[in-house]
Nanobody
């Protein structure tokens, strides 16, 4: 079973940037999807980005569009989430996950079957 490991979380000031990485133990595969979610205590995981692993097409909710960028390096089996202009409401644990659904529809946690352990992002005001 594929395993995902996130890294790159930390503390950043409002308006700052941070790049998260998600490394897979094996090729994510085509036409699978890699997605990123954010979770805060007491809330469900919120989708923030998705990418078609094979084609590279990307999708974002309006909440982060223009500020977050998902990318991948297939040679390293690694997906990245670059987050710019971070705001306090972006604080949370960020998870990457793999889905067999197409990227343009994989927006719910239930669409994903393998998850990383999460990495904490804290944006100070």
């Amino acid at each position: 079973q594929v395993q995902l490991v996130e890294s790159g979380g930390g503390l950043v000031q409002t308006g700052g940037s941070l790049t998260l990485a998600c490394t897979s133990s094996e090729d994510v595969g085509h036409p699978n999807t890699i997605g990123w979610f954010r979770q805060t205590p007491g809330s469900e995981r919120l989708w923030v980005a998705a990418m078609s692993w094979g084609e590279g097409s990307t999708y974002y909710p309006d909440l982060v569009k223009g500020r977050f960028t998902i990318s991948r390096d297939r040679t390293k089996n690694t997906c990245y989430l670059k987050m710019d202009n971070l705001q306090p409401e972006d604080t949370g644990v960020y998870y990457c996950a793999r889905s067999f659904f197409a990227a343009h529809v994989a927006t719910m946690p239930g669409h994903f079957d393998v998850w990383g352990q999460g990495t904490q992002v804290t944006v100070s005001s």
